[in-house]
């Protein structure tokens, strides 16, 4: 399979690495930084593509890791030409833009997955054997000052994530959106906080900010019974919940007793696990995820409607 990486700053410049370890794959990339595309040629041994249209015609798919901004135009040729696309997060500028260009894609049988790689971060992944009915949630995602991702807000460029991954954990549609956010450094917004209410009375409280001292990514889930701890830097989770107490001694995961409730008839004990975290590279897995949809038919990781829904969201808090 031919792929080829439009846009090769320091994002691309991984996924083009990445792809390269792939035997399967065929690595091409595509920078309008004649210097830039270059360098990344000469390190890491791939083909350079002079226009964008030339990546697109000589490719099977693309990852199309530009500028936001120049994420539509780019697709949209691809799409046309009738190449899978793998889209950086946010999907698109706007949410128009993502409708059109979902449209687009529906219409000509084209595959779109877009990287929100947090869904594949490890920490998350732990967590799949567990029942995730959350009713409250407390995110933050912190950031040192970069100057390359200005381009986009803090919301767009990281409170996005979390965003994404709200939803997907919450599967209730959006009540009532509260926010607030201040430019501090850049003419966008640099730090934002959202207060967003669901249909079925979760409320997911996020915080995200771009000039920040120390880094941070960590998100709390709250929900009956059980409260779980998600360090998506480390990556880590701490799962506090209650268990049966013959659970307590029988149970697989290891668990150290913090408690005991008494109700009616029943027994319970409070316990901590931590799940076992997977070794694995949050990027390749998309990459694999990506290739598998293609290949095989394989369910989009995370769909153009998924993207267009935290990117409308994103909006929304964006205009408050």
């Known amino acids: 399979m031919k792929i080829s990486v439009i846009g090769i700053g320091h ?174 450094l850049t003419e966008t917004a640099d730090i934002a906080n959202t207060r967003i209410t669901f249909e079925n009375g979760c409320v997911a409280n996020i915080t995200a900010s771009r000039i920040s001292a120390q880094p941070m990514r960590k998100m709390r889930v709250f929900q009956k019974n059980g409260y779980m701890s998600i360090d998506f830097a480390k990556p880590s989770v701490d799962v506090y919940r209650l268990a049966e107490k013959d659970e307590v001694s029988n149970t697989a995961i290891p668990a150290m007793m913090l408690g005991e409730i008494d109700a009616g008839n029943h027994s319970k004990a409070i316990v901590f696990e931590q799940p076992t975290i997977p070794s694995i590279n949050a990027i390749i897995e998309e990459h694999a995820a990506f290739i598998s949809s293609i290949a095989h038919g394989d369910p989009i990781a995370v769909t153009a409607h998924e993207a267009m829904e935290a990117l409308r969201i994103a909006e929304v808090i964006a205009n408050q």
């Open 11 to 184: 994002l691309g410049m991984i996924h083009a690495k990445l792809l390269k370890q792939r035997d399967e794959i065929d690595v091409s990339i595509c920078d309008p930084n004649a210097d830039r595309a270059v360098y990344v040629s000469e390190e890491l041994h791939v083909p350079i593509h002079a226009t964008i249209d030339s990546a697109i015609a000589h490719s099977d798919a693309v990852i199309i890791a530009a500028s936001t901004i120049a994420h539509f135009e780019i697709a949209q040729s691809a799409i046309r030409a009738g190449k899978h696309c793998f889209i950086e997060k946010p999907i698109t500028s706007t949410y128009r833009e993502a409708v059109e260009l979902i449209n687009l894609a529906e219409n000509n049988n084209v595959i779109v997955q877009v990287g929100h790689v947090e869904r594949f971060n490890p920490a998350l992944l732990a967590l799949h054997s567990y029942s995730i009915e959350p009713l409250f949630i407390e995110a933050h995602r912190l950031a040192q000052f970069k100057p390359r991702a200005t381009d986009v807000s803090v919301i767009h460029d990281l409170m996005i994530h979390d965003i994404d991954i709200i939803l997907w954990m919450v599967k209730s549609p959006v009540k009532h959106i509260d926010a607030n956010s201040v430019s501090v």
